[in-house]
T-cell receptor, first 110, second 112 residues
Framework: QKEVEQNSGPLSVPEGAIASLNCTYS??????FFWYRQYSGKSPELIMF????GDKEDGRFTAQLNKASQYVSLLIRDSQPSDSATYLC??????????FGRGTSLIVHP | DAGVIQSPRHEVTEMGQEVTLRCKPI?????LFWYRQTMMRGLELLIY????????DSGMPEDRFSAKMPNASFSTLKIQPSEPRDSAVYFC??????????FGPGTRLTVL
């Protein structure tokens, strides 16, 4: 059974702080890792993907992957109230079929 | 492109009725996914089509659920008969062979 685990939260951070979201996965064959953002009542949208160990930065977002520990994280720098959403972590092997975590709710308060 | 289109956006029905959800993927995308999302279970993959062929339907809950993709631009998910536990948001997503799945707006289904 392939599983992706996330703390459901909510994670509450003040505006301007760094938000750190974490995820673990069970399938060692996973090759691709994704972070989706889902606003309340909306559909998920991809914000980051990562394949290789280490860090990948895109603007205020940094994804981190540690395959040895089966651990993926997403850092959001200079958090804004508009970042308040549920963040879904997903992993997939070579089949493009992702397994999603249940998401972490992030609240950025002014 | 208009993105992934789903209809209806909301559906309220009574237990035992047939429900049909529709999806139009992004033109040129060769993979289509149906998901169900609930608070209890999160986002679950129901079925995955590639080039209109069902590849993995292991997530389909039971025989009451069926999905078809008669052509590259249209797919349906049918529930017959519907039950209150089927109440959820159903998402369709499409993929062009890259990494990013594009999700439709979802159909919020309520079965009374």
């Amino acid at each position: 059974q392939k599983e992706v685990e996330q703390n459901s939260g909510p994670l509450s951070v003040p505006e301007g702080a760094i938000a750190s979201l974490n995820c673990t996965y069970s399938d060692r064959g996973s090759q691709s890792f994704f972070w989706y953002r889902q606003y309340s009542g909306k559909s998920p949208e991809l914000i980051m993907f990562i394949y290789s160990n280490g860090d990948k930065e895109d603007g205020r977002f940094t994804a981190q992957l540690n395959k040895a520990s089966q651990y993926v994280s997403l850092l959001i720098r200079d958090s804004q109230p508009s970042d308040s959403a549920t963040y879904l972590c997903a992993s997939s092997g070579g089949s493009y079929i992702p397994t999603f975590g249940r998401g972490t709710s992030l609240i950025v308060h002014p | 492109d208009a993105g992934v289109i789903q209809s209806p956006r909301h559906e309220v029905t009574e237990m035992g009725q047939e429900v049909t959800l529709r999806c139009k993927p992004i033109s040129g995308h060769n993979s289509l996914f149906w998901y169900r999302q609930t608070m209890m279970r999160g986002l679950e993959l129901l079925i995955y089509f590639n080039n209109n062929v069902p590849i993995d339907d292991s997530g389909m809950p039971e025989d009451r659920f069926s999905a078809k993709m008669p052509n590259a631009s249209f797919s349906t998910l049918k529930i017959q008969p519907s039950e209150p536990r089927d109440s959820a948001v159903y998402f369709c997503a499409s993929l062009d062979g890259g990494d990013e799945q594009f999700f439709g707006p979802g159909t919020r289904l309520t079965v009374l």
